[in-house]
């Protein structure tokens, strides 16, 4: 797995609920105010140009704070990485990208 981060509220809140859980994965840092986040090769993994991203070992990706957390939980309650996390967390980050882009919000 690998966390794409930027200096911003949700990746922050996303590194302090892995400080808490002592999770430790890799962190790749963008640098948002240079506007890395919205290059091409960083716009395949979240068409919002949005950090953070949680890129899964399988190459999927979880775009969306909140699902990335409820995966995390998910694993730690049950031990095991479940397809049924990931499945959540994906259908989910993905329902709000498009919530989002029909919404406008």
């Given amino acids: 797995m690998l966390l794409y981060h930027g200096a911003r509220p ?11 859980k002592q999770l430790v994965i890799p962190i790749r840092d ?5 506007g890395e986040n919205r290059r091409p090769e960083f716009v395949i993994r979240n068409p919002a140009g949005q950090v953070p991203v949680l890129e ?3 190459g999927s990706w979880i ?7 409820e995966m995390y939980k998910t ?12 499945t959540s967390s994906l259908d989910g980050g993905r329902h709000a ?4 882009s029909v919404v406008g919000a």
């Avoid at 949700?10 to 808490?20: D, G, K, S, T």
């Avoid at 694993?75 to 990931?86: D, F, P, S, V, Y």
């Avoid at 990208?97 to 989002?100: H, K, Q, S």
């Fill in 63 to 69: 775009a969306e704070t909140g699902k990335g957390f």
């Fill in 10 to 20: 949700n990746p922050r809140a996303v590194r302090m609920f892995l400080a808490e």
């Fill in 75 to 86: 694993r730690m309650l049950t031990g095991l990485a479940g397809m049924c996390a990931r």
């Fill in 30 to 34: 963008m640098d948002v105010d240079g």
């Fill in 97 to 100: 990208m498009v919530e989002c």
């Fill in 56 to 58: 899964l070992d399988d």
